[in-house]
């Protein structure tokens, strides 16, 4: 409960031009959950009266998640949002991206793969075989991030 309700504070405290969410939820059956769709409403609430509550909603720029073929969770679900998928070196689309909604903006950004990661949390991984390999549409999510940061 703690991330979704930090991510509504920085959307609608009036401090922040952009917000990136490299995170997910899962969506469970054909529907969306009931506390992503009451984010999303508010969230559409407060720009359509964004004078009333807040002096500007910043943009959101949602990971879509590493779900292969999978709906995306929230927020990259959020009408709005500018969902990030992920590319290898060679500006192919990753097998492992989050199926947007039809609705949503999509930039692509390289975010790396399982067998070419970005890094690794740790640096014997190579060598003792623990670690995790950094890859993944949260990696990517920063990259269209600084696209959209204001001039």
Do not use: F, K
Request: charged content about 10%.
């Amino acid at each position: 409960m703690e991330l979704p309700a930090g991510l509504m504070y920085a959307m609608w405290c009036g401090h922040y031009d952009l917000i990136n969410a490299s995170l997910t939820t899962a969506v469970s059956h054909a529907c969306d959950a009931t506390y992503g769709r009451s984010i999303d409403y508010l969230a559409t609430y407060c720009r359509r009266n964004s004078g009333v509550m807040v002096p500007e909603v910043p943009v959101l720029v949602a990971a879509a998640g590493n779900g292969s073929g999978n709906p995306s969770g929230y927020p990259a679900r959020m009408r709005g949002a500018i969902v990030a998928l992920a590319t290898d070196l060679h500006s192919q689309a990753q097998p492992y991206n989050s199926t947007p909604p039809a609705q949503a903006i999509t930039q692509y950004a390289y975010g790396g793969s399982a067998t070419d990661p970005l890094g690794n949390l740790n640096p014997l991984t190579r060598v003792t075989g623990a670690g995790a390999s950094l890859w993944g549409t949260s990696l990517a999510a920063p990259v269209v991030s600084g696209a959209y940061l204001p001039p």
